[in-house]
């Protein structure tokens, strides 16, 4: 499979990749971190985009189009976005999307909340509102439908030593949370789909993704880990981290990370005094496949991917 599969041309730094389907083409839409940019402090991994690459070769390549435009409320203001959930349901796409205001330097002291916005076409977006979840810091907002109708959002809340949390919607505009669903250790990004029979949620928990299976989408069991051994394809020597995984049919899926390939250890890249090839990401695929009801992934696989 082709390696990278995709490297933001503007600041090196596309991370929290999600695919979404628009007719013919593939929308890869992503945080457009400013990894080239010095700045005080985190400052580089605040104030980002949302970038935008396109597909109309089932995923092989990959064209910019820009950002998305039209997200911040007031004139002007320049926000934070992160890790964007796009699904199209009801007739339309929604995007759920970590906000933060401003571009602050540092981790901690400022609230993280996750809007909802709407769109006929992955162009214009209308917001419909901010979702009250169990804390003002939150982000990283994974949907899915629920068998018996509606959806389940979960997300991580960082008041909650960053654990991922689920909340439910018959309607995606109003929401009752019901509380934590995985506590075993920090960590975010989760990822919700169907394959083999089974339902999983893979997590970002920093040193390679966490596996975990459902029959039920409510009780979960862990299996192990996934990308947490260095790959040997170009930019891919580091841990994949923040992953996306879309399903392609019944027994095969993709799942979408990003890296940063020139860091060593756990690969996150955040620390304020780490130089641009330690700052920098790439966007990465490797194939899914159940066997014998056990996820797995080799990222090593000479394939291509075909996303049908």
Same mark, same amino acid.
């Given at each position: 499979?082709?390696?990278?599969?995709?490297?933001?041309? @503007?600041?090196g730094?596309?991370?929290?990749?999600?695919?979404?389907?628009?007719?013919?083409?593939?929308?890869? @839409?992503?945080?457009?971190?400013?990894?080239?940019?010095?700045?005080?402090?985190?400052?580089w991994?605040?104030? #980002?985009? $949302?970038g935008?690459?396109? #597909?109309?070769?089932?995923?092989?390549?990959?064209?910019? +189009?820009?950002?998305?435009?039209?997200?911040?409320?007031?004139?002007g203001?320049?926000?934070?976005?992160? !890790?964007?959930?796009?699904?199209?349901? +009801?007739?339309?796409?929604?995007?759920?999307?970590?906000h933060?205001?401003?571009?602050p330097e540092?981790? *901690?002291?400022?609230?993280?909340?996750?809007?909802?916005?709407?769109?006929?076409d992955l162009?214009?977006?209308?917001?419909?509102?901010e979702?009250p $979840?169990?804390?003002?810091?939150?982000?990283?907002a994974?949907?899915?439908?629920l068998?018996?109708?509606?959806y389940?959002?979960?997300?991580?809340?960082? !008041?909650?030593?960053s654990?991922?949390?689920?909340?439910? #919607?018959g309607?995606?505009?109003?929401?009752?949370v019901l509380?934590?669903?995985?506590?075993?250790?920090?960590?975010?990004?989760?990822n919700?789909?169907?394959?083999?029979g089974?339902?999983?949620?893979? @997590?970002?928990?920093? +040193?390679?993704q966490?596996?975990?299976? #459902?029959?039920?989408?409510?009780?979960?069991?862990?299996q192990? $880990?996934i990308l947490?051994q260095?790959g040997?394809?170009?930019?891919d020597?580091? /841990?994949? $981290?923040?992953?996306?995984?879309?399903?392609?049919?019944?027994e095969?899926?993709?799942?979408?990370y990003?890296?940063?390939?020139?860091?060593s250890?756990?690969?996150?890249? !955040?620390?304020?005094?780490?130089?641009?090839?330690?700052r920098?990401?790439? /966007?990465?695929?490797?194939?899914?496949?159940?066997?014998?009801g056990?996820?797995?992934?080799d990222?090593?696989?000479?394939? *291509?991917?075909?996303?049908?």
């Amino acid at each position: 499979m082709h390696a990278p599969l995709f490297v933001d041309p @503007v600041h090196g730094g596309g991370t929290d990749p999600v695919l979404v389907r628009r007719g013919e083409e593939w929308w890869l @839409v992503y945080t457009q971190r400013r990894a080239r940019v010095e700045e005080p402090g985190v400052a580089w991994v605040h104030g #980002s985009d $949302l970038g935008v690459a396109v #597909s109309t070769d089932r995923g092989r390549t990959w064209e910019y +189009r820009g950002v998305i435009e039209g997200l911040d409320l007031e004139p002007g203001r320049r926000d934070t976005f992160w !890790a964007p959930e796009i699904v199209h349901e +009801r007739g339309e796409f929604h995007m759920f999307v970590s906000h933060i205001e401003g571009v602050p330097e540092q981790w *901690a002291g400022h609230e993280r909340v996750i809007r909802h916005y709407a769109s006929p076409d992955l162009e214009a977006w209308a917001y419909r509102g901010e979702v009250p $979840l169990s804390s003002r810091y939150v982000i990283d907002a994974c949907l899915h439908p629920l068998p018996d109708g509606g959806y389940r959002l979960w997300y991580k809340d960082e !008041a909650d030593e960053s654990h991922t949390w689920a909340a439910d #919607s018959g309607d995606l505009d109003s929401w009752t949370v019901l509380g934590p669903v995985l506590t075993h250790r920090p960590h975010e990004g989760p990822n919700v789909f169907e394959l083999g029979g089974r339902y999983w949620m893979v @997590v970002d928990e920093w +040193r390679g993704q966490g596996v975990f299976w #459902s029959a039920d989408l409510t009780t979960w069991t862990r299996q192990g $880990l996934i990308l947490d051994q260095p790959g040997t394809r170009p930019e891919d020597a580091t /841990i994949g $981290l923040h992953a996306d995984v879309v399903v392609v049919d019944p027994e095969t899926a993709y799942v979408v990370y990003f890296t940063h390939p020139g860091t060593s250890g756990d690969g996150t890249g !955040a620390a304020p005094d780490r130089s641009y090839d330690q700052r920098r990401s790439v /966007i990465q695929a490797a194939r899914l496949r159940v066997q014998d009801g056990v996820l797995t992934c080799d990222r090593d696989e000479d394939t *291509a991917i075909d996303l049908g």
